[in-house]
């Protein structure tokens, strides 16, 4: 009897040891970032029959039980620092190839450009193309370290009001002669290299003409201060009695310019947005097209999608970050780093974006913090303690038994 209840107070030992090990490890993990606590299930071992009933051999661990409520979400300074709110893990790929997942959103980015977690795996997701599409690849994301390429200027929109109370005025327009013409407007333009160059138009009230009369509106455009290299740079605005664009909003021919050492600007123009009412001249122009632009920094927004911010004032998307979900994440196994890996308790992952399905959304530049319990797991750690000690006095009781038994054998 006395040998079997060593057996049994060893069996209780050990598994409040392993509990003791899960508590342990809360604690020293209660400020690392993403961790998810853990806590020990005990089940009954089957002793020796007593008069033909089952008498309990003692405890054993029967597993570990994950906790992945999630824990509070901490702001940081860094917009690589990436928090899931709600469900899901971010996805990562080892130097090998194989895939894990993680709660900890401590990433940064590469001397290559690649966005990497802490133990130097890359972080997945999907490509966006320049409309913004995705591949639908996943793949490392990669962040663009050189210069944005410049983009011509092909669009070319005005907007606003031409004065109907300006002085009528006649004879071709000179645009260094103010005298010739009513109003000017100058819009800045790229070209293929990304050099900015400003097109002025100069706008002249010829009065009106034709049955019923409308309000005619010469104009004339340079480019740099001069017409030299232009073709299709004038033409005719007519409004009605009611102030609106009856013809000319749209030309049919595009502005060109020959550019020296670039391709020959081309530039579809669009006047639709002037109207003519007796107030102040009032217009202003936009167009599309960029300089080469050097990356300033990332962004992330709430769907994971990753852009980047040019000196040139483009930002462009280049990547959707893959958030993971699992059937169980209980029955996912944790490795080195605090990273896990799919098993067949935990089913296989379904990966996609932030909000799409029942995966949760990303906040950036932040960081989930651990959700360790400190108050509670220092609790435990006294009720184990007590039970630790509980089984060690039984433990000493077995042994002075023992000790009398051989006593009473050896007299």
Same mark, same amino acid.
């Given at each position: 009897?006395?040998?079997?209840?060593?057996?049994?107070?060893?069996?209780?030992?050990?598994?409040?040891?392993?509990?003791?090990?899960?508590?342990?490890?809360?604690?020293?993990?209660?400020?690392?970032?993403?961790?998810?606590?853990?806590?020990?299930?005990?089940?009954?071992?089957?002793?020796?029959?007593?008069?033909?009933?089952?008498?309990?051999?003692?405890?054993?661990?029967?597993?570990?039980?994950?906790?992945?409520?999630?824990?509070?979400?901490?702001?940081?300074?860094?917009?690589?620092?990436?928090?899931?709110?709600?469900?899901?893990?971010?996805?990562?790929?080892?130097?090998?190839?194989?895939?894990?997942?993680?709660?900890?959103?401590?990433?940064?980015?590469?001397?290559?450009?690649?966005?990497?977690?802490?133990?130097?795996?890359?972080?997945?997701?999907?490509?966006?193309?320049?409309?913004?599409?995705?591949?639908?690849?996943?793949?490392?994301?990669?962040?663009?370290?050189?210069?944005?390429?410049?983009?011509?200027?092909?669009?070319?929109?005005?907007?606003?009001?031409?004065?109907?109370?300006?002085?009528?005025?006649?004879?071709?327009?000179?645009?260094?002669?103010?005298?010739?013409?009513?109003?000017?407007?100058?819009?800045?333009?790229?070209?293929?290299?990304?050099?900015?160059?400003?097109?002025?138009?100069?706008?002249?009230?010829?009065?009106?003409?034709?049955?019923?009369?409308?309000?005619? /509106?010469? /104009?004339?455009?340079?480019?740099?201060?001069?017409?030299?290299?232009?073709?299709?740079?004038?033409?005719?605005?007519?409004?009605?009695?009611?102030?609106?664009?009856?013809?000319?909003?749209?030309?049919?021919?595009?502005?060109?310019?020959?550019?020296?050492?670039?391709?020959?600007?081309?530039?579809?123009?669009?006047?639709?947005?002037?109207?003519?009412?007796?107030?102040?001249?009032?217009?202003?122009?936009?167009?599309?097209?960029?300089?080469?632009?050097?990356?300033?920094?990332?962004?992330?927004?709430?769907?994971?999608?990753?852009?980047?911010?040019?000196?040139?004032?483009?930002?462009?998307?280049?990547?959707?970050?893959?958030?993971?979900?699992?059937?169980?994440?209980?029955?996912?196994?944790?490795?080195?780093?605090?990273?896990?890996?799919?098993?067949?308790?935990?089913?296989?992952?379904?990966?996609?974006?932030?909000?799409?399905?029942?995966?949760?959304?990303?906040?950036?530049?932040?960081?989930?913090?651990?959700?360790?319990?400190?108050?509670?797991?220092?609790?435990?750690?006294?009720?184990?303690?007590?039970?630790?000690?509980?089984?060690?006095?039984?433990?000493?009781?077995?042994?002075?038994?023992?000790?009398?038994?051989?006593?009473?054998?050896?007299?």
């Amino acid at each position: 009897m006395a040998g079997n209840s060593l057996s049994i107070t060893q069996t209780g030992l050990e598994a409040i040891d392993t509990a003791l090990d899960a508590v342990s490890d809360n604690l020293a993990n209660a400020q690392t970032d993403g961790f998810s606590s853990e806590s020990v299930d005990f089940q009954t071992l089957l002793g020796e029959y007593i008069a033909g009933s089952p008498l309990g051999g003692g405890a054993t661990v029967s597993g570990i039980d994950r906790d992945f409520s999630p824990g509070a979400i901490v702001q940081t300074d860094s917009p690589t620092d990436l928090a899931i709110q709600g469900n899901g893990f971010f996805v990562l790929q080892s130097p090998s190839g194989s895939q894990a997942y993680t709660l900890n959103g401590a990433f940064s980015i590469s001397s290559n450009g690649t966005l990497v977690a802490a133990d130097g795996s890359d972080v997945m997701g999907y490509g966006l193309n320049a409309s913004g599409t995705s591949t639908g690849v996943l793949a490392p994301i990669v962040v663009p370290q050189g210069l944005l390429a410049p983009t011509a200027s092909t669009q070319n929109t005005l907007t606003g009001n031409l004065d109907s109370t300006s002085p009528v005025l006649s004879g071709a327009i000179n645009p260094s002669d103010p005298t010739t013409y009513s109003a000017s407007v100058s819009v800045q333009v790229f070209d293929s290299l990304g050099n900015s160059h400003v097109l002025t138009y100069y706008f002249q009230n010829a009065g009106s003409s034709g049955t019923p009369p409308t309000e005619q /509106w010469n /104009w004339t455009a340079t480019l740099d201060g001069s017409a030299t290299g232009l073709t299709n740079n004038s033409g005719t605005l007519s409004f009605n009695s009611a102030g609106n664009l009856t013809s000319g909003g749209t030309p049919a021919n595009p502005l060109t310019a020959t550019i020296a050492g670039a391709s020959n600007l081309s530039l579809n123009l669009n006047f639709t947005g002037l109207t003519q009412f007796a107030e102040s001249t009032a217009a202003s122009g936009t167009a599309d097209g960029n300089a080469p632009g050097r990356p300033l920094g990332v962004q992330v927004n709430n769907n994971g999608v990753l852009s980047v911010s040019y000196s040139n004032g483009q930002t462009a998307n280049v990547a959707q970050v893959a958030v993971a979900t699992f059937p169980s994440n209980e029955g996912l196994a944790l490795t080195d780093s605090g990273v896990y890996v799919q098993t067949n308790q935990s089913g296989v992952p379904t990966i996609s974006t932030a909000g799409a399905g029942s995966a949760g959304t990303i906040q950036s530049s932040a960081l989930e913090s651990s959700n360790v319990d400190t108050t509670s797991q220092l609790i435990s750690l006294v009720v184990l303690q007590r039970s630790f000690q509980a089984n060690a006095k039984a433990l000493q009781t077995e042994d002075a038994i023992l000790g009398t038994i051989v006593e009473l054998q050896t007299t």
